[in-house]
């Protein structure tokens, strides 16, 4: 995963700011780099993803996107 990709992927969704949002998400994988090996950081990752999305997006839809970020291969 990489900003152009979480972009792409909120633009997709008709997500409003999806440049802005894109980078502040990747900014966060860069806080949890082990995230997948770590449940404590994988735990703190997906509070911060579902705390910018919840302020942009309904419930429902931060849920599904959040998913979907997670399942994105990271370089």
Not at 6 to 28: H, M, Q, R
Request: net charge positive.
């Amino acid at each position: 995963v990489n900003t152009f990709t979480i972009f792409w992927l909120f633009k997709k969704s008709g997500i409003s700011k999806p440049d802005t949002l894109a980078v502040k998400i990747n900014g966060i994988f860069e806080v949890y780099p082990n995230w997948r090996l770590n449940s404590e950081e994988k735990r703190e990752l997906t509070t911060q993803l579902y705390k910018i999305l919840l302020k942009e997006i309904n419930k429902t839809k931060a849920v599904e996107l959040v998913e979907k970020i997670l399942k994105l291969e990271r370089r």
